[in-house]
């Protein structure tokens, strides 16, 4: 029962076995779920989503931590199925972005492109032990591009 949960949840919800860029496809899990957490917020004026997003992220961080403690030994460190620490590197990225089609795609693009390539510490987040290096180095990656974002939107230098 442990390991079937653990399992559900480092791959979120079966998208780490995707055969095609699994860590990709664990992206998408979570900004889909970002979306559709949305919704409940929706009559809202954003100010209750971004507060509970942020507790979302500290409890999914934690239970992806241990979900990954329990799958490395039967995966090894950090493997391409563990996804869970892409939906929350994706939801960091999404922190307090104005809600828009071409925000999401930007977002996404560019906590892909800070999770693929590991600049300015990322790699070294993985030397973590266990889980928390799992986790690490894709919230880092999401500062990084949340930070990133929030300069392109704050410079209104975006062509469309």
């Known amino acids: 029962m442990k ?16 055969p095609f860029a699994p860590g990709t496809m664990g992206a998408l ?16 004026t954003g100010s209750y989503f971004f507060p509970f997003m942020v507790v979302m992220i500290i409890i999914v961080f934690l239970v992806g931590v241990w979900s990954s403690n329990v799958m490395e030994p039967e995966w090894g460190h950090d493997p391409g199925k563990i996804v869970v620490d892409e939906v929350i590197g994706q939801w960091i990225a999404l922190l307090w972005i104005p809600f828009t089609i071409t925000n999401f795609i ?7 492109f800070f999770d693929i390539l590991k600049p300015l510490f990322i790699k070294k987040m993985e030397a973590l032990p266990s889980g928390w290096g799992v986790m690490a180095d ?8 949340n930070i990133l974002l929030h300069f392109v939107l704050w410079c209104d230098i975006l062509p469309f």
């Open 3 to 18: 390991t079937s949960l653990a399992k559900i949840i480092a791959t979120a919800f079966g998208a780490g076995f995707s």
């Open 29 to 44: 899990v979570g900004i889909l779920i970002w979306w559709l957490l949305h919704f409940p917020f929706i009559n809202f």
């Open 106 to 112: 930007l977002a996404f693009a560019l906590f892909r």
């Open 138 to 145: 894709d919230v880092l990656a999401g500062v990084y591009a």
